[in-house]
């Protein structure tokens, strides 16, 4: 076998080093996806906003998906009651 091929080999059958911290990352990134999902989905919040937030969850390519969830931060933030209310029932 390859030295190169062994190596790949051996970094997938065994397990990471900072295997906690990778499983944190994942947990982070469920609770993120949770809860954006949650507010494209809720009513209470304007459509602009939302269509906002659905577009920046998109793969877009370059720094267009981050200037459009900057542009739905803002504007969530005249929105603070509603997505307050909105994060209070999710757990």
């Not at 949770?34 to 370059?62: C, E, M, N, S, Y």
């Not at 267009?64 to 307050?84: N, T």
Request: hydrophobic fraction near 50%; charged fraction near 25%; include cysteine.
């Amino acid at each position: 076998m390859r030295p190169l091929a062994k190596a790949v080999v051996e970094a997938t059958e065994s397990e990471p080093e900072d295997s906690g911290r990778v499983r944190a990352t994942r947990a982070l990134l469920r609770r993120v996806y949770r809860t954006l999902r949650r507010l494209a989905g809720d009513p209470r919040l304007p459509r602009p906003v939302r269509w906002l937030l659905v577009i920046g969850l998109l793969p877009i390519p370059g720094p267009v998906d981050e200037v459009v969830l900057v542009l739905a931060a803002l504007l969530l933030l005249c929105y603070r009651r509603q997505v307050l209310e909105i994060l209070a029932g999710i757990e």
